[in-house]
């Protein structure tokens, strides 16, 4: 049947050949279309990816005791603001400056939107402290008598004593406490280098510093375009490194060579 | 209106010829320059060599000096050099120039009559009934306000003179007159009031020594020749001499003032927080707007309480600020110094009190900073000061006490 209507002449004559020929291949084609994508499946739009926890926050609840350099808060940006005995650090991050309490607080005379974080010296005390009131301060530090007694007055850290040969020569090397070189130091000098606290009898770094100063040392400056200067000193170097390295590979050679006979 | 014209147009005069040959100026001072030779200050035209015409002409040249500001600019110090015999404005031949000056004379005219009427009108009302004007509470406000109303108007007349500002300018301004008072205090409250206030508040004078305070007092703190700019530091030998204040007032009349000087900054070890000296006070000082002086050396004894005492901070220990407060006493009252000595000494004075115990009122203030160097030794041995052989310094940091961690969170 299919093939008669196909062939009958009556169709022929009226759809012509081309027709004919595309009849059966239209009714073979599968039924489908294109739907493009509404909403994006991947990158921004659906929300960043997040990355690692900061592990971000507070640290340090209210009331709870702190000591100077205590971590209190740690944020983005400045949410909370340091208060008395507090201070910010590079990333914001809120730290104690004296031992006390943290308090959480606001205060509309200094700043009515600003949140801040303080630190109190008893636990009952309140923050903000009222206008006009003095500062609640602590000293926090010992007093002791002073060293090197019989220098007081002459001691003047501008002008250095006159260091001898000796000692120009050893910048920075630890002597025992009754070194020869000691010895022969006067009282002043000594009492300096004794001022140190932990004990290290040695020389003040800015002493150290200007032993080249004293030595009468000068380096060649350098010149930045000098490049034949460079490259003769990169040279020179490139040299004693492959003669220290050829030395080396002789030495080992030599030794193995020796073992083996 | 055309105040800053004629004020120009004064300072023009003499130097039309500078102007014109600026350029040919200019070249004579490099040529000089190169040979080294000394600079002229009357010649100087160009604002970056000032520094060094004001370096080597530090000395005044002419044999009379001028009664002038340090501060002038050497450009107007040469200007007004040359205008030692200025043409006076009547006789200059600019003729909007006199026609500007016509409408300036006639305001002041204006003003000096109603001056003359506000006057009446208060004598008028100091005679009549209390009951007739309202009673004595609103008589007295009428009058304070007319009162006023009259300084603004003896200001409004003279404030568009040019002649007053150039003398103001001069620093020759006669301080009795309320139009240069009224100049200067404009001047002060433009800047030096505010870093005075600035310095006070970043380093907490206030509120540590006094809740609070609004200054009207031009304060300057000098030792011999060293100014004292608020919040320096001051070498120890420096403040070791007694200082001079120079108490500027802008309001009329003399007034009793009682000045005092506080270190807030004492440390007590056992305590373990600061105390409070008083380094200087001293009661029923006069001071005007023509006499400004206050030499803490040559004051007389009946009105000091306690003398000038050296600040000193001892090695390691943080700084001390001094802070010079200048109080203003109740209209016609005087305090008796012994008695205030007895009721306060040196060792914790506690100002807040003092202030409220006498009414006293804080105008004026000051400040500077003092730190251990190597002179405070000798000044502490001289004056007596206890702790030479001390010195301060910080205890090991302490640590929180240690806390178990809570074992179900680190398994």
């Known amino acids: 049947m299919w093939s008669k209507s196909l062939f009958s002449a009556p169709l022929r ?19 489908s279309q294109v739907r493009n994508a509404a909403h994006a499946a991947e990158g921004r739009a659906n929300g960043a990816k997040k990355g690692a926890g900061k592990r971000l926050g507070l640290k340090k609840g209210a009331e709870e005791l702190v000591v100077p350099g205590v971590i209190i808060f740690r944020q983005r940006g400045s949410k909370w603001h340091p208060g008395e005995n507090c201070a910010m650090g590079r990333d914001h991050t809120i730290y104690a400056t004296e031992k006390g309490y943290v308090k959480y607080y606001r205060d509309p005379n200094r700043n009515p939107k600003k949140k801040y974080i303080g630190v109190v010296f008893e636990r009952h005390w309140r923050l903000p402290v009222p206008v ?14 002073r060293e090197s007694e019989g220098q007081v007055g002459s001691l003047s850290p501008l002008t250095p004593a ?5 000692a120009a020569g050893l910048p920075g090397v630890a002597v025992a406490a009754t070194s020869p070189e000691e010895s022969s130091m006067g009282e002043g000098e000594l009492a300096k280098r004794r001022r140190r606290k932990d004990y290290v009898v040695r ?31 990169a040279a020179a170097r490139h040299r004693r490194i492959s003669e220290t390295k050829s030395v080396g590979r002789k030495a080992k050679k030599g030794k193995q060579g020796k073992v083996k006979k | 209106m055309s105040i800053a014209s004629s ?80 043409i006076p404005f009547e006789q200059l031949p600019y003729e909007c120039f006199q026609e500007a000056r016509k409408i300036l004379q006639a305001d002041r005219e204006e003003k000096l009559g109603q001056i003359e009427i506000q006057r009446g009108r208060i004598a008028r009302l100091v005679e009549q009934d209390a009951s007739v004007s309202g009673g004595n509470v609103a008589k007295r406000k009428r009058l304070e306000s007319m009162r006023q109303r009259l300084e603004e108007l003896k200001i409004l007349a003279d404030i568009n003179d040019p002649l007053v500002k150039k003398r103001f300018e001069d620093g020759l301004g006669d301080m009795d007159k309320p139009i240069y008072r009224h100049l200067a205090y404009k001047k002060w409250i433009a800047y030096k009031r505010k870093v005075a206030m600035q310095r006070i508040t970043q380093m907490s004078v206030i509120p540590d020594v006094l809740p609070s305070i609004e200054p009207i007092l031009d304060v300057d703190m000098n030792f011999d020749r060293v100014r004292v700019q608020p919040g320096n530091f001051i070498m120890s030998t420096t403040s070791e001499r007694t200082p001079t204040f120079n108490v500027q007032s802008f309001a009329a009349g003399e007034r009793l ?14 305590t373990d927080n600061f105390d409070h000296k008083c380094l200087f006070l001293a009661t029923n000082v006069p001071i005007s707007p023509t006499s400004p002086k206050v030499d803490v050396a040559s004051l007389p004894d009946a009105s000091v309480a306690h003398s000038w005492l050296p600040p000193v901070a001892q090695m390691g220990a943080p700084y001390h600020r001094i802070s010079a407060f200048i109080l203003r006493q109740p209209h016609g009252t005087t305090i008796d110094v012994e ?43 001289r004056a007596g000061i206890e702790g030479v052989d001390m010195e301060f310094q910080r205890p090991p940091p302490e640590k929180l006490p240690y806390k178990k961690k809570p074992g179900w969170k680190f398994r």
Request: proline letters at 7%; a positive charge.
């Open chain 2, 339 to 381: 008695a205030l000595k007895g009721q306060y000494p040196r060792d914790n004075l506690w100002l807040r009190d003092m202030v409220k115990k006498h009414s006293l009122r804080p105008m004026g203030v000051t400040m500077f900073r003092s730190m251990w160097d190597e002179g405070t030794d000798g000044v502490m041995e």
């Open chain 1, 132 to 145: 006009g009131e003095p500062r609640r301060r602590r000293l926090g530090m010992l007093a002791v008598p």
């Open chain 1, 203 to 233: 020389e003040s770094n800015w002493e150290i510093g200007r032993t080249a100063e004293k030595a009468g040392v000068t380096a060649t400056k350098f010149v930045r375009k000098d490049r034949f200067r460079a490259w003769r000193r």
């Open chain 2, 257 to 270: 003032y009682t000045v005092a000087v506080i270190d807030p900054d004492i440390p007590n070890i056992d």
């Open chain 2, 7 to 86: 004020a120009q147009c004064l300072r023009c005069i003499g130097r039309t010829s500078l102007s014109s040959s600026r350029s040919s100026t200019w070249r004579a001072f490099s040529k000089a320059s190169r040979q080294e030779a000394s600079l002229n200050t009357t010649s100087s035209s160009s604002p970056p060599i000032e520094p060094t015409l004001t370096r080597q002409t530090s000395t005044p040249v002419t044999s009379t000096p001028l009664q002038t500001d340090p501060s002038e600019s050497t450009r107007r110090q040469a200007v007004r050099k040359e205008l030692k015999d200025p």
């Open chain 1, 13 to 31: 004559s009226i759809a012509g050949e081309s027709l004919l020929r595309f009849q059966p291949c239209l009714r073979l084609l599968p039924i």
């Open chain 1, 162 to 166: 006159g260091l001898d040969g000796e």
